[in-house]
């Protein structure tokens, strides 16, 4: 590149990158931003596309009180205090302000797409009328006209230092130089090398683990500031969806009529509990598994809504290709599937008995979903959290966004935002669009901080 002079280079056109992009122009910085796929978007154009924020415009239509306070205090609870609770507050303050920035950008978010996304009972999921597609295009679509160069199906090689600060990339051989860099190149999903190191829960479903969301996110940024010194935050942290493995389909919610027991034949939660917890949940069990038990009566009446995998024709087909293991008897059941025969017998029996009285005296799940357990033959899946949705182990940050060094000080020049950075990310996905938020928030801080720093 003949002009290899900019205020700020941002490393990764996700949601993160193109907000900080989007951030440090309107400041006035000249900007290259810098994408290794084919086009900007990242994971964020294919994720729901929702935003989970408080004190927004939406919710007071709605007539829903709601305030930066109460969503900090929510998150730090759900996650027991096992985050950065700097960058949550930062994240909770700045939600509302971003979400209207998003929305006066054109990210569309109809008061019919306002939803409790988390565990808690306020609707805090905002949700774009095209997901991901409306946020990652109202963000693209703010760069333009503006002084920023995109460049796609580059992949930057490393970092370049001066003087103990960051001063640039190394991309095709060359460097390129800028006063300040933003690393937004998404997370390391599609890096089993590094689940091994970084994300072990993840590591140790073997084949059966895969990744759905960008295949450009393969921990490069986080390699490469590593190289340099920086602080990881976090491990073993992300979202691990709850898979039969009857299909590599993404299908984020199991259906709510299951019963589901470990390897003790016991009920160990509500089956329609939120996805987010129920896969932290289900961690704990014997071998991080459980299993779905249900009876014929059951799958002949089964519907594809929520879960297409899971209605009658196809858990037939699985059944017949034995994907989905079925036998005459609950012991017969339980013997292949390595489960207590006897409890789960003495499990199935109370269930059937508070279907039929419409009450789960056990768990308090809904009446609505339950099914008796007790018509031959039985079916059983393996149920194991397989499906990386995204990674939450990254670089240390505070809550500027400034990467820090292992000396626990700012790496000078050197920015972060997104999946790429760790320490937001709890044990509990506490807010389905939580993600996102993160990303277009601390993108937005880090892109206006380096736009300040550089043209200082």
Known sequence: MADNDFDVIVVGAGGAGLAAASEA?????????????ARAGGSTRLSGGVFWASNTSLQRRAGIEDNPDDQFHYYMTVNQYKVEPALVRRYCDLSGPTFEWLVGMGASSPLENLYVSGVDKLP???RAERHGEDIADALEGSLSGRSVDLATHT?????????????????GGEEVTAGAVIIASGGFGNNRRLWAELYPSAAKQGALAWYIGADECRGDGIEMARGIGADIAGLNRGLLLMTPGFAEDLEPYLPPWLMHVNHEGRRFIDEATEYSVLSEVLGEQTAGECFAIFDEAARAEAKAHPAPNWAADRLAGFAANGKLKSAATLAELAEELGIRAGALEATAEHYS?????GVDSQYFKAATHLRPVETGPFYGARIRPAVVCWTGTGLRIDAEARVLGLDNRPIPALFAAGETTGGFAGPCYAGGGASVGSAVIFGRVAGGNAARLSMH
């Not at 122009?25 to 290794?36: D, F, I, N, S, W």
């Not at 992949?155 to 991309?171: F, I, K, P, S, T």
């Not at 008995?353 to 009285?357: G, H, Y």
Request: charged share 30%; glycine share 16%.
């Open 25 to 37: 122009t309107a400041q006035g910085a000249r900007v290259l931003l810098l994408e290794a796929g």
């Open 155 to 171: 992949r930057v090689e490393g970092l370049v230092m001066r003087d103990g600060r960051c001063a640039g990339v190394r991309v």
């Open 353 to 357: 008995e508070d279907a039929r009285a």
């Open 124 to 126: 805090r999921g905002h």
